[in-house]
């Protein structure tokens, strides 16, 4: 390699590292405490269906798959 492709090298390394630490920092400030509710009635109205409410059966209630 040559001097001039070295140093190409060696600048795009840290600029892509510096992006990487400002992106971390700006999701650790501003979205790591963000959470999202959603339940099975609002899932199903944004995807145009019904929600079938009913508890599925488990197997202490005696029912096999």
Do not use: Q
């Amino acid at each position: 390699m040559t001097l001039v492709t070295n140093r190409l090298v060696r600048h795009l390394a840290l600029a892509v590292a510096l992006k990487l630490l400002l992106l971390s920092t700006l999701w650790w400030a501003f979205v790591r405490d963000e959470r999202v509710g959603v339940d099975a009635d609002r899932a199903a109205a944004h995807l145009g269906v019904t929600a079938d409410t009913s508890p599925s059966p488990t197997a202490s209630d005696g029912a096999r798959p």
